[in-house]
């Protein structure tokens, strides 16, 4: 089993940027797809994006597509999600989740293994 560490959240102010990590430890997700999820106060969990295992197939939500990347990097078992231009509505509790089918999809039940979620708070 792998366990994910999420890590880079803050307090930033709206048109800043923040980059989160999700780290990986127990063994290699290299093969895995990871998905970003958020969940806001009084909000249900939403996809943010995802990336397959190799890295060139990604995908976003409407809502934070031009502005979010997602990437990756094997070397270091680390997944990464790039936010610029964030805006008050981006602020959220942001975890990571592996798919060990590799299927990067946008709903949270596909997933396996999740982290414990990073705190991203975007003042106005």
């Known amino acids: 089993q792998v366990q994910l560490v999420e890590s880079g959240g803050g307090l930033v102010q709206a048109g800043g940027s923040l980059r989160l990590s999700c780290a990986a430890s127990?063994?290699?997700?290299?093969?895995?797809?990871v998905g970003w999820f958020r969940q806001g106060p009084g909000k249900e969990r939403e996809f943010v994006g995802a990336?397959?295992?190799?890295?060139?197939?990604?995908s976003y939500a409407d809502s934070v597509k031009g502005r979010f990347t997602i990437s990756r990097d094997h070397a270091k078992n680390t997944v990464y999600l790039q936010m610029n231009s964030l805006k008050p509505e981006d602020t959220a509790v942001y975890s990571c989740a592996a798919d060990i089918r590799g299927r990067y999809g946008s709903s949270w039940f596909e997933y396996d293994c999740w982290g414990q979620g990073t705190q991203v708070t975007v003042a106005s």
């Open positions: 990336i397959n295992w190799s890295g060139d197939n990604i």
């Open positions: 127990g063994r290699t997700f290299s093969s895995y797809a």
